[in-house]
């Protein structure tokens, strides 16, 4: 077998083990967000959410019925209440997060 030939198996392969691992992200990013959803005390409770750099901004209608314990195991960095809004410090993640959260409310 050729050299040429051997680097050709050796990308393709490397390129279906990188799409592998997007799907997968992708998959997982969407279980994330279905979780943090329900934890914020689901799609009705939710007013509105922003987002700023790392910072997540949500306002509820009921802030007493948010799980912050399993959203910070989900990833927060912290999250701080004010009224009726969490501010949630996230990774880069959070403009996903608005973004999802704006097509399901």
């Not at 943090?36 to 939710?46: A, M």
């Not at 927060?76 to 809004?85: M, S």
């Amino acid at each position: 077998m050729s050299p040429v030939l051997q680097y050709i198996i050796i990308a393709i392969v490397i390129l279906i083990i990188l799409a592998v691992a997007l799907k997968l992200t992708r998959k997982d990013f969407a279980i994330k967000e279905n979780k943090l959803i329900g934890y914020l005390g689901g799609k009705d409770n939710i007013i509105n959410a922003e987002c700023n750099l790392s910072r997540f901004k949500v306002i509820l209608r009921d802030v007493s019925i948010v799980n912050k314990d399993a959203i910070q195991k989900l990833g927060a960095k912290g999250i701080v209440e004010i009224d009726n809004q969490l501010k949630i410090i996230f990774d880069a993640s959070a403009k996903q997060l608005k973004k999802y959260i704006d097509e399901i409310v």
